[in-house]
């Protein structure tokens, strides 16, 4: 049990490394085909939806650091989790530096599956905003 803990842990590290430092390029990757990812209450669907989600966003000049904290990971199966942590976003236009305040602390809810190769993705992220707001990058429908 515990490498899957360990696994499901990386696999939220990544999440906010590639938004963070390679403007979500790669983060379709790491949910199932299927996977939906839930931004307060606009939904996408797929490894395409999301892929393009990241694509459209990389078109405003922005800096962000998403701070995961409070982790709390139930394993369900030998092949589903459930997780829940916090988020906590900073983010800018322009160039750094930047002042050290948060935009939005959030509630995150997922769910995890393994794939075939034996690998956790996400198949579902759920992000819920609690303080402040989340940013609008959403491409057109």
Do not use: C
Not at 12 to 36: K, P, R, T
Not at 40 to 62: E, K, N
Not at 72 to 92: H, K, N, P
């Amino acid at each position: 049990m515990q490498s899957a803990l360990s696994a499901i842990e990386a696999l939220n590290i990544e999440f906010a490394y590639l938004v963070d430092h390679q403007s979500g390029d790669g983060v379709s990757l790491i949910f199932a085909s299927g996977g939906v990812m839930q931004l307060d209450d606009t939904i996408i669907q797929g490894r395409v939806g999301i892929a393009r989600f990241y694509t459209a966003r990389r078109a405003f000049d922005r800096t962000a650091r998403h701070v995961i904290s409070n982790l709390r990971i139930r394993i369900e199966s030998d092949d589903v989790a459930t997780g829940e942590s916090i988020m906590t976003l900073y983010a800018q236009s322009g160039p750094p530096p930047f002042p050290a305040s948060p935009i939005t602390i959030a509630d995150v809810m997922d769910t995890y599956s393994r794939s075939t190769s034996g690998a956790w993705q996400f198949s579902h992220r759920s992000v819920q905003t609690i303080f402040g707001n989340l940013p609008r990058f959403m491409p057109n429908k």
